[in-house]
């Protein structure tokens, strides 16, 4: 089993900042893509950013210049550092993965993760 737990979300006034963790666990061979997703009450869930595999770094139009996607390979461990947060960015924040794990000595698995979410209000 793969499991994926953000962490870091809380109550920030406007301009405030926040850095979001997403730290990967169980077996895992690799992380071939990591991204940050939002949804907010009434609204449907959308892309803050992401880091595929092998490309560069994608952000949400709303989000460019002002959050900051990441990642440490050797901690299985994403980030997302947010900066000058509004409150139209108040939204549960999940964490996404494209993961490969071991199945056995010889085969591997791709598997695609979702973390439970971690809720991010931003008012004054």
């Known amino acids: 089993q793969v499991h994926l737990v953000e962490s870091g979300g809380g109550l920030v006034q406007p301009g405030g900042s926040l850095r979001l963790s997403c730290a990967a666990s169980?077996?895992?061979?690799?992380?071939?893509?990591m991204g940050w997703y939002r949804q907010a009450p009434g609204k449907e869930r959308e892309l803050v950013a992401a880091?595929?595999?092998?490309?560069?770094?994608v952000y949400g139009d709303s989000v460019k210049g002002r959050f900051t996607i990441s990642k440490d390979n050797t901690k299985n461990t994403g980030y997302l550092q947010m900066d000058n947060l509004e409150p139209e960015d108040t939204a549960v924040y999940y964490c996404?993965?494209?993961?490969?794990?071991?199945?056995?000595?010889?085969?591997?698995?791709?598997?695609?993760?979702w973390g439970q979410g971690t809720l991010v209000t931003v008012s004054s």
């Open positions: 996404n993965a494209h993961i490969t794990a071991p199945m056995d000595d010889l085969n591997y698995r791709n598997l695609e993760v």
């Open positions: 169980g077996s895992i061979f690799s992380i071939n893509a």
């Open positions: 880091i595929p595999s092998g490309g560069d770094t």
